[in-house]
């Protein structure tokens, strides 16, 4: 049986959440399928002591300001959970859970979407499946032959689980910073941060506000034919969050650069010094979660899709909302998918009518 509706959002984390948002607001009939079981996307399943960037005021989705967290300036991940699950049920969001979309492909004057659960026809998709469920391992020599343990940051929960332990954390972004912070802060892990150049560090008075700010004027900058400003990369690659602040103040991060390989027990230089290791953690971060829009043949050579805005320049019926710069300035985040999500909307909007 071919369950009707007019779009399909799929993904039922916060770039879902917040087409659902615009689209209610708008009158389309739509569904959200999501693949989990619980709501919250890839929050509820972060490490401990993962907080935001920004204090609640603004990491919030359109229409529904976030809560502060008692005692916390920067929420957890658990109270975010807890928002987005509030969200979903104050709009009363058609959400379906555990609806694995397994593939988009064109029907005609429409889009058929084969879920786990059921198959949709429809005339226009969102696909904001993010990047959470992809994390890239790096090539690196030698990974085989490692004798310890080996996992991505999403298999990273807290430091209790390498007590008394050797680890190499690998990368030089906001994971790996947090991650090798986390670890060194607990007093019994010892770490060993290993990133490709040396980590930049964001002014310590910087944090997630300034950040969407600086995304959206280098996204006007060029959307008006203006020298590119740079945006965030142009400020460093880390947010000094209170943790990494803490640790790199008091000199527990322990930065190398990047081993050439690992061996059985451990990590060679090319300058011949070697680090044994019980564990490398790898924070060298994710790909787009784009397999079920396969049918499709859209994908570039770096994988990506070719878009305008959040509309896809191969599929104008399909929109990609919230995986990064490439489908909006700062749409990765929550504060900042709110506007993309709703150009997307509006744009269905005027296709479905």
């Known amino acids: ?24 607001r708008l009158g389309v009939d739509f569904v959200i399928l999501d693949g989990q ?35 916390e300036t920067y929420p957890d991940a658990s109270h975010v959970v807890a928002y987005l699950a509030d969200y979903e049920k104050r709009y009363d969001l058609p959400v379906q859970r555990g609806a694995l979309v397994q593939a988009v492909q064109r029907d005609g004057p ?38 310890g343990r080996q996992l991505h940051t999403v298999g990273y929960r807290r430091p209790g689980d390498f007590a008394g332990q050797r680890v190499i954390v690998v990368g030089g972004g906001n ?12 007093g019994d892990v010892q770490v060993t941060w290993a990133t490709r150049r040396p980590p930049r560090f964001l002014a310590d008075d910087i944090d997630g506000r300034a950040l969407f700010d600086v995304a959206t004027a280098r996204r006007r900058a060029l959307d008006e034919g203006r020298t590119d400003t740079g945006g965030v990369t142009s400020l460093g ?19 190398k650069p990047m081993f050439s390989r690992l061996t059985s027990g451990g990590a060679s230089w090319a300058d011949g ?25 859209l994908r570039g050579r770096r994988g990506h899709i070719a878009t305008h805005g959040t509309r896809a320049l191969g599929e104008p019926r399909l929109h990609l909302l919230g995986y990064g710069d490439w489908t909006g300035p700062a749409s990765a985040t929550l504060i900042g ?17």
């Open 1 to 24: 049986m071919t369950n009707a509706s007019q779009v399909v959002v799929i993904g039922g984390g916060q770039a879902g959440l917040a087409a659902g948002y615009h689209l209610r």
């Open 37 to 71: 079981s619980t709501p919250g996307g890839a929050w509820q399943h972060t490490w401990d002591s993962l907080h935001l960037f920004s204090p609640a005021a603004y990491s919030s989705l359109p229409g529904r300001l976030m809560p502060p967290q008692p005692g």
């Open 110 to 147: 429409f889009l058929r979407i084969q879920a786990d659960i059921g198959t949709w026809q429809v005339r226009a998709v969102i696909s904001a499946t993010g990047t959470w469920t992809r994390p890239f391992l790096p090539a690196v020599p030698g990974r085989e032959v490692f004798q």
């Open 175 to 186: 994971s790996g910073a947090q991650i090798a912070a986390d670890l060194a802060l607990a």
């Open 237 to 255: 690659d880390i947010v000094a969050v209170p943790p990494v602040r803490a640790a790199r103040d008091a000199g527990l991060l322990t930065v």
């Open 273 to 297: 010094s070697h680090a044994g290791a019980d564990a490398v953690i790898w924070c060298t971060g994710f790909r787009p979660v784009l397999a079920h829009l396969t049918p499709l043949n």
């Open 337 to 353: 998918v709110g506007r993309t999500a709703r150009d997307a909307a509006r744009q269905i909007r005027d296709l479905v009518r």
